[in-house]
């Protein structure tokens, strides 16, 4: 709750990409909790208890710090990261090919500013992580299957934060109205809530494939292979509900979501509020 609290706090100029970070600092805890139930594992629970206590404490007095600067007149200068994201953006390969069509065009703008982000988290945690992680424990008995729970696990953990972000109308804006730039393209709304879960779709599939890769990999499946397989496609299937879930709401805006909200709890007040007076009239009558 401390690591939740001070990353909320302390990157609030980051917007949607605190979800990610949160998504990933949760990962990372679950694989420390596993840590001390390996066989002939050196981590004991104290251990590891001290490191993530540390890192709260460390956590709670850099927010401390932090929120008391703004309080006081200070400012997040976000100077550098504007530069830096400007840099590799104009290094990033660009699209020189006139698309087929305005859905296709808009397609690309979609999986370029959010569908991409789902893969590179989980591609950076396989590689980065798992990857080293399971290669430490490769002799240890029952390792495994803890590998082969936490991997399947990862996409749907990390697709429910990102899906926060994702369903809105601009992943990167705190803004849940349409951009301009999306507003003025010749494309009816339902079409582009069509092109936003096709991204998804592919998002999960490729997230997932790189799952199926891993594990191909890692573990030898053999006569599970047909079980595994469908595992996978029912996990592609619940990582692309967890990135649309969210749509119906975010892509509405958010004072006609409160108009409802006021409307389905002040409509029945009043016919309560008018119900009494109506039955003194018809009684005097």
Known sequence: MVLYQAILWILTGFGALRMIILGIVGITLIIVSFLPSFPKSTLSES???????????????????????????????????????DQLSNRMPRWKKPFRSPVGAQFWFEWRRGGLL??????????????PLSWYLRNEPGADLRI???????????????????????????????????AVRPLATSELVIIKMKVAALSAVISWLLVFAFLLVRLP?????????????????????????????????????????????????????????????????
């Open 47 to 85: 251990f590891l208890g001290s490191i993530v206590a540390t890192c709260a404490v460390v956590a709670f007095l850099i927010a401390w710090l932090y929120v008391s600067r703004q309080r006081s007149g200070g400012a997040a200068g976000r100077g550098w990261i504007s530069l830096l994201s």
């Open 118 to 131: 789902l893969p590179l988290f989980i591609g950076r945690l396989l590689v980065l992580v798992i990857g």
């Open 221 to 285: 499946l053999g006569e599970n292979f047909r079980w595994f397989a469908a595992v996978v496609i029912a996990g592609m299937f619940v990582t692309w509900r967890f990135l649309v879930g969210g749509l119906g709401v975010s892509l509405w805006r958010a004072e006609r979501l409160l108009l409802v909200l006021v409307a389905i709890l002040v409509v029945p007040l009043a016919r309560i509020g008018f119900a009494p007076s109506a039955l003194m009239k018809n009684r005097h009558r």
């Open 148 to 182: 082969l729970v936490t991997t399947l696990a990862m996409p749907m953990i990390l697709a429910l934060p990102v899906g926060k972000a994702f369903s809105k109308p601009d992943l990167w804006s705190s803004d849940l109205s349409v951009p301009s730039f999306v």
